[in-house]
């Protein structure tokens, strides 16, 4: 799947089949977070790969937002430092890891935005960095495709020269 096909399919993805991602897989994804350009390559970011099912679990039931991270089966926590560009910074990286799991068929979701503070213990972050989010990664139980993409019309959002000019 070329880039655009995976900008335009992509969709959000709470519900994965008891199907492993292989290892090759789980690195690829990982190193596009890494490899994803950074404001004066400061790279303010740290990423936990996360496979073992009972701390999945347990993720799982510490992420209001996200309680469905307990049936996948992997998942990224993605750290930041303190930095002014750490969220814009590491948002690009998440992203990244997104469509590249979802060109190789795996589905995937942000959860939280902060307000993960009671998962640092069980990850073992440290003081003074903060988690962004967690994205659990997993092959959909349903089938997905990008027809299901409800969008402003293009012209609205789009301006040419100026904004209000189509």
Do not use: C
């Not at 690829?28 to 970011?45: E, F, H, K, V």
């Amino acid at each position: 799947m070329d880039v655009f096909d995976a900008v335009r399919t992509v969709l959000a993805v709470r519900k994965f089949q008891e199907k492993p991602i292989p290892a090759s897989l789980k690195e690829r994804i990982l190193q596009a977070g890494w490899l994803t350009a950074s404001s004066m390559n400061l790279q303010p970011w740290h990423f936990i790969a996360i496979d073992d099912p009972e701390t999945l679990r347990q993720l799982g039931s510490l992420a209001s937002s996200g309680p469905y991270i307990a049936q996948a089966p992997f998942a990224v926590a993605v750290v930041i430092e303190e930095s002014e560009y750490s969220v814009s910074d590491a948002s690009r990286a998440i992203q990244s890891m997104i469509l590249t799991g979802w060109a190789e068929g795996v589905g995937s979701n942000w959860v939280g935005f902060f307000g993960l503070d009671a998962v640092k213990p069980l990850l073992g972050v440290p003081e003074g960095l903060e988690i962004l989010a967690i994205v659990p990664f997993g092959y959909p139980a349903e089938p997905k495709t990008g027809s299901k993409k409800k969008r402003k019309p293009f012209d609205e959002v789009v301006h040419h020269g100026r904004f209000g000019q189509i």
